[in-house]
Nanobody
Framework: QVQLVESGGGLVQPGGSLRLSCAAS????????MGWYRQGPGEQHELVAV???????NYADSVKGRFTISRDNAKNTVYLQMNSLKPEDTADYHC??????????????WGQGTQVIVSS
């Protein structure tokens, strides 16, 4: 009942930037938490950044100062601005959205993922 469409991944050189987007649509009443997770080759799935409805954020230590998460509530969209990218940022990035449907039931939805490759 909630669909997520991600975009913005790709190949970038070390030191470069990318901006990921994740747009939610469907029978949405409200969105509480929006976040980005990633899983690199041979790595565990990990939290990258989350943003709550009130605007508070949390980041993985590995991306603090380089990545910025933001959201556009009118568009039900979350963004991840990634600067100073490093080869170790190479991963599949997935967005996760939590909220309530029109019938007030809670939902958790995951995006299909977008690949980010940082390489020279």
């Amino acid at each position: 009942q909630v669909q997520l469409v991600e975009s913005g991944g790709g190949l970038v050189q070390p030191g470069g930037s990318l901006r990921l987007s994740c747009a939610a649509s469907g029978s949405i009443f409200s969105i509480d938490v929006m976040g980005w997770y990633r899983q690199g080759p041979g790595e565990q799935h990990e939290l990258v950044a989350v943003i709550r409805s009130g605007g508070s954020t949390n980041y993985a230590d590995s991306v603090k100062g380089r990545f910025t998460i933001s959201r556009d509530n009118a568009k039900n969209t979350v963004y991840l601005q990634m600067n100073s990218l490093k080869p170790e940022d190479t991963a599949d990035y997935h967005c996760k959205v939590e909220g309530r449907l029109l019938n007030r039931a809670t939902f958790i939805s995951w995006g299909q993922g977008t690949q980010v490759i940082v390489s020279s």
